[in-house]
């Protein structure tokens, strides 16, 4: 890396509005609204399908990243979902796995461990119990929440992230992002974040669109995890309740400069 985290978050945000990358998003019913807007806001584009010749149609044409977040899954949109991946890689378009509830229920883990071995991706960003179950661990998920905390899944990420060569971001009150080698841990943000429905799917999204401008996915994984975590500690300095902390967080980060997450972003390296 030649530059710090923070320094890597602000070039990664100068460059997304610069280029306002299209991301594909497969992502899950509950979330689609606010996924768009968090894309909207941080300077992407976004787009939604659910037809499979339609994903192989746009990511050979326009698109610069994909997102695939197994929340609401089902046998065909894993079928669309698995088509897609396999596209993406075709085209050289990077793509993100959020793997909603792995390691809590059967069919979706056993259909991420198939999308991760067939069309493996450039980034996997969940929470602890997530990654912890993709990396071969015990995990303790409760539906879509980690009952693990993320510093508790530090190993499971680099073990997953040399196993696959994705970049893996561990998302909690601490975040994690790892490329195998090179982990760093990133301590922006807030609690509230956590009672926001959306907050972490977006960041996948977000995700998608820094590995579309960025160097690499470790630094797409830093920079996600700056930005998210940044607006929304700011965010929540004024508004303390879910409501007001959405529409805060959208108008944060439209606001938010590259020199903020220069200035603010705090990191330390973990051996």
């Known amino acids: 890396m030649l530059y710090t985290p923070s320094e890597t978050a602000a070039i990664v945000l100068q460059k997304l509005r610069d280029s306002r990358p299209l991301v594909l998003c497969l992502t899950n019913n509950?979330?689609?609204?606010?996924?768009?807007?968090?894309?909207?806001?941080?300077?992407?584009a976004p787009v939604m399908l659910q037809h499979a010749g339609e994903c192989e149609e746009i990511l050979n044409t326009c698109?610069?990243?994909l997102l695939i977040n197994t929340g609401t899954l089902t046998e065909q949109q894993a079928d669309i979902m698995l088509t897609a991946a396999k596209a993406a890689r075709a085209a050289g378009v990077p793509w993100v796995l959020d793997p909603v509830a792995a390691g809590v229920l059967r069919f979706r883990t056993e259909f991420c461990h198939k999308l991760i071995a067939e069309a493996p991706p450039a980034m996997i960003r969940g929470n602890a119990s997530e990654i912890m179950a993709l990396a071969g661990e015990k995990a303790a998920g409760r539906g879509v929440e980690s009952a693990n905390?993320?510093?508790?899944?530090?190993?499971?990420?680099v073990s997953l992230a040399q196993r696959t060569g994705a970049a893996v971001l561990v998302t909690g009150a601490k975040d994690y992002a790892t490329d195998g080698t090179n982990t760093w841990m990133l301590t922006n943000g807030d609690p509230i974040m956590e009672r926001v429905t959306g907050m972490g799917c977006s960041m996948g999204a977000l995700a998608g669109a820094c590995l579309a401008v960025a160097?690499?996915?470790?630094?797409?994984?830093?920079?996600?995890?700056?930005?998210m975590g940044l607006v929304g500690e700011?965010?929540?300095?004024k508004n303390t309740h879910p409501g007001s902390f959405a529409t805060a967080f959208l108008d944060g980060l439209d606001a938010l400069m590259p020199a903020d997450l220069a200035s603010f972003t705090r990191y330390n390296a973990v051996e």
Request: charged share 10%.
């Open 63 to 65: 698109t610069q990243a």
């Open 149 to 157: 905390s993320s510093s508790q899944a530090v190993k499971a990420a």
């Open 30 to 44: 509950v979330v689609q609204n606010f996924t768009a807007n968090v894309l909207l806001s941080a300077g992407a």
């Open 215 to 227: 160097d690499s996915a470790l630094d797409a994984a830093i920079s996600t995890a700056a930005i």
């Open 234 to 237: 700011r965010a929540a300095h």
